[in-house]
């Protein structure tokens, strides 16, 4: 009645174990993580800008703790216009302390350039000047903007592609000189950084621009020492100025460089062309306030004046764009 098939057992157990060894294999290979997959689809964007962010020298820990500084010298209840009020009514500055240019000269370069100076307009006023797209009104040296775009825009971060033709004078010779760099601007912490682009005659071309907030009048705040700009600003009832300190280091590195007495030439001349772009900074600043440069004494300002005091209390580039146009029809 009862028969076993020891033939079909046998092959069973054979086809069993070889479906044990094909899932043990499938066991084995690796499993394709799906939500680590959607994660690095998700961030691949970000890394991408954050790699284009990383082509700037990021911050040292003094500078962290400037830019701290720097926080809590912003405030939104006192806008640049406010600012600029207190300068109006006392804008004589008997600034002590002239420009500083130091010349270094590190091995392999033609030259470094460690710039200081002083200027009687607030930080937010002066990192306007520098990073206008038509500052070129400004800056004598610039002949030219040949190209600017905008790579990257983060509302107070902007990383921008310029190419300009800047004018060269030293002594009695002159020229131009064209210049592509990538410019990161930052105005949290009113820094711009900038590095030569493509290698040409110019085998480094690179630097940075600071400005620092000077409270000129913190004496009248004594014995309190404010922490804040809404502390300055209310323990000296309005009145109290903040100026700015400027420093701008330049490193210069042709691709050859040339014996003296070439070397010395054009040193002069870089050292000249820095020299003139910072008594621009000073100059504007001066007809601004509508103050003299020279002689720090109160002139009248004209209307070409005021409609540049407007522009530069407006933060925004489009508005001062904008502002500049109207003024440009009105003179037609």
């Given at each position: 009645?009862?028969?076993?098939?020891?033939?079909?057992?046998?092959?069973?157990?054979?086809?069993?174990?070889?479906?044990?060894?094909?899932?043990?294999?499938?066991?084995?290979?690796?499993?394709?993580?799906?939500?680590?997959?959607r994660g690095?689809?998700?961030?691949?964007?970000?890394?991408?800008?954050?790699h284009l962010?990383?082509?700037?020298?990021?911050?040292?820990?003094?500078?962290?703790?400037?830019?701290?500084?720097?926080?809590?010298?912003?405030?939104?209840?006192?806008?640049?216009?406010?600012?600029m009020q207190?300068?109006?009514?006392?804008?004589?500055?008997?600034?002590?302390?002239?420009?500083?240019?130091?010349?270094?000269?590190?091995?392999?370069?033609?030259?470094?350039?460690?710039?200081?100076?002083?200027?009687?307009?607030?930080?937010?006023?002066?990192?306007?000047?520098?990073?206008?797209?038509?500052?070129?009104?400004?800056?004598?040296?610039?002949?030219?903007?040949?190209?600017?775009?905008?790579?990257?825009?983060?509302?107070?971060?902007?990383?921008?592609?310029?190419?300009?033709?800047?004018?060269?004078?030293?002594?009695?010779?002159?020229?131009?000189?064209?210049?592509?760099?990538?410019?990161?601007?930052?105005?949290?912490?009113?820094?711009?950084?900038?590095?030569?682009?493509?290698?040409?005659?110019?085998?480094?071309?690179?630097?940075?621009?600071?400005?620092?907030?000077?409270?000129?009048?913190?004496?009248?705040?004594?014995?309190?020492?404010?922490?804040?700009?809404?502390?300055?600003?209310?323990?000296?009832?309005?009145?109290?100025?903040?100026?700015?300190?400027?420093?701008?280091?330049?490193?210069?590195?042709?691709?050859?460089?040339?014996?003296?007495?070439?070397?010395?030439?054009?040193?002069?001349?870089?050292?000249?062309?820095?020299?003139?772009?910072?008594?621009?900074?000073?100059?504007?600043?001066?007809?601004?306030?509508?103050?003299?440069?020279?002689?720090?004494?109160?002139?009248?300002?004209?209307?070409?004046?005021?409609?540049?005091?407007?522009?530069?209390?407006?933060?925004?580039?489009?508005?001062?764009?904008?502002?500049?146009?109207?003024?440009?029809?009105?003179?037609?």
């Amino acid at each position: 009645m009862f028969t076993t098939d020891f033939g079909s057992m046998g092959d069973k157990e054979g086809s069993n174990s070889r479906k044990n060894v094909q899932i043990q294999k499938i066991n084995r290979r690796p499993r394709v993580n799906l939500p680590a997959l959607r994660g690095f689809l998700l961030q691949f964007p970000g890394k991408v800008q954050r790699h284009l962010k990383s082509r700037f020298k990021r911050p040292t820990e003094t500078e962290g703790s400037n830019r701290e500084m720097m926080f809590k010298l912003k405030d939104a209840k006192f806008s640049l216009e406010k600012q600029m009020q207190a300068w109006t009514k006392n804008p004589v500055w008997d600034d002590d302390q002239p420009t500083s240019i130091e010349v270094v000269v590190p091995k392999g370069s033609l030259c470094q350039l460690n710039v200081k100076t002083n200027v009687g307009l607030p930080p937010d006023a002066v990192y306007n000047i520098v990073t206008d797209p038509d500052n070129r009104r400004v800056f004598k040296n610039i002949q030219e903007v040949l190209s600017r775009k905008v790579l990257l825009d983060e509302g107070s971060r902007q990383i921008v592609d310029l190419e300009q033709a800047a004018i060269w004078r030293f002594l009695w010779w002159s020229g131009t000189i064209s210049v592509h760099v990538l410019v990161d601007q930052n105005r949290d912490d009113y820094s711009m950084k900038f590095k030569q682009v493509t290698a040409g005659f110019m085998k480094r071309f690179e630097g940075s621009w600071k400005v620092e907030p000077i409270l000129l009048d913190e004496k009248l705040c004594h014995p309190f020492k404010p922490k804040t700009l809404s502390e300055y600003m209310s323990c000296t009832q309005c009145n109290g100025r903040i100026a700015s300190k400027v420093t701008l280091q330049q490193l210069v590195e042709p691709a050859i460089v040339p014996p003296p007495p070439i070397s010395w030439y054009l040193r002069g001349i870089t050292s000249k062309t820095v020299e003139m772009l910072i008594n621009d900074l000073v100059e504007e600043a001066a007809r601004i306030k509508g103050v003299s440069a020279t002689d720090s004494t109160t002139t009248s300002p004209n209307l070409d004046q005021v409609s540049s005091s407007n522009e530069i209390q407006t933060l925004d580039i489009k508005e001062r764009w904008a502002l500049r146009r109207r003024r440009s029809r009105r003179n037609m």
